[in-house]
């Protein structure tokens, strides 16, 4: 088994970090931060993400798993949650991990895709490459999607505070120039592909660069199976984000 480090951004049981620190190698390829999903709820933890994590670390990359605060016991919600990934990105950055212009991109999935992007908007971070993404937090509640797992994490409805659920929605937020991957399965049943085809509508009208990978025979966890056959094109994504790689994503690029 992988040795894994602990750095903590905060007091609370919720607030760490695992980091697997790449090993072997005398070209780190650089720092991937990884943001499990689970609808935000606190039943749910940063394990998730162990089979990704633990490929990407045998890729060469040096992998940072974060915890960070839930609903349920666990004090989560917005902007509370947001507000540890925040704190988590700073404190990865902190303890320098890598050697200074090597890549750091974050990939999350389903509610840490919707945390992704959301780091992104606000320049925490580099890229982002996002798994069956929450993106519209507002249709989430109307759609009653994850057993309904939004409003508890909103705290309110969307007609009684709109502006948080626009400034909480990765769809109403500009990525700035930054490079994202958005990654979803035509199969899935948590969140329904339309979510992200209206994301990359609204990105290719805000003309902002964004790749696309639209899978077949593919669920909602299929995408975070480093197994499935279908994983291979989302790491192509990786390979392009080295920094001696040849070939550079296009605008609005579909893999």
């Not at 994590?53 to 919600?77: F, K, P």
């Not at 919707?114 to 519209?136: F, K, N, R, W, Y």
């Not at 709109?162 to 049943?189: E, F, K, M, N, T």
């Amino acid at each position: 088994m992988t040795a894994r480090e602990t750095i903590r951004y905060g007091e609370l049981p919720s607030q760490f970090v695992e980091i697997w620190r790449a090993a072997g190698s005398s070209s780190p390829r650089g720092v991937v931060i990884a943001l499990h999903g689970g609808w935000w709820r606190d039943r749910h933890d940063l394990h998730l993400m162990d089979p990704i994590c633990a490929h990407l670390h045998r890729s060469g990359w040096t992998v940072a798993n974060v915890e960070y605060r839930r609903t349920g016991d666990d004090s989560g919600g917005w902007p509370v949650t947001m507000n540890d990934v925040e704190d988590a990105i700073a404190a990865i950055g902190a303890a320098e991990l890598e050697p200074d212009g090597l890549p750091t991109v974050a990939i999350g999935h389903s509610a840490g895709g919707h945390l992704a992007l959301m780091s992104l908007a606000q320049g925490l971070i580099e890229s982002a490459v996002a798994l069956a993404p929450i993106t519209d937090l507002a249709r989430c509640v109307r759609e009653e999607l994850g057993e309904s797992a939004t409003l508890p994490f909103m705290g309110s409805e969307p007609d009684t505070d709109p502006q948080a659920y626009l400034d909480a929605s990765p769809i109403s937020q500009a990525a700035h120039g930054h490079r994202r991957l958005i990654v979803h399965g035509c199969q899935d049943d948590r969140v329904p592909i339309e979510h992200s085809r209206n994301y990359i509508r609204v990105a290719m009208t805000d003309d902002e660069p964004v790749s696309y990978l639209e899978m077949i025979n593919t669920d909602h966890f299929d995408v975070i199976d480093p197994d499935h056959a279908n994983w291979q094109a989302t790491e192509a994504w990786f390979d392009i984000q080295h920094p001696q790689a040849k070939a550079k994503p296009g605008r609005h690029q579909a893999y």
